[in-house]
């Protein structure tokens, strides 16, 4: 299989965003010197805390 090896402990998803929402993901994540894969973890840990509590 090609392409870049694994470097994380986590199994890898894949989702499809609207182009528009994945750059401005990209966007602000370099803006605050992040991964934008490290803001949609956060992103997602926030909304499961926030439906818990619902």
Do not use: I
């Amino acid at each position: 299989m090609a392409g870049r090896p694994a470097t994380g402990q986590t199994p890898v998803k894949s989702f499809r965003p609207p182009p528009a929402l994945w750059a401005e993901l990209e966007k602000l994540a370099a803006a605050e010197g992040r991964k934008s894969s490290d803001a949609l973890v956060e992103a997602l840990h926030d909304w499961v805390k926030k439906k818990r509590r619902a």
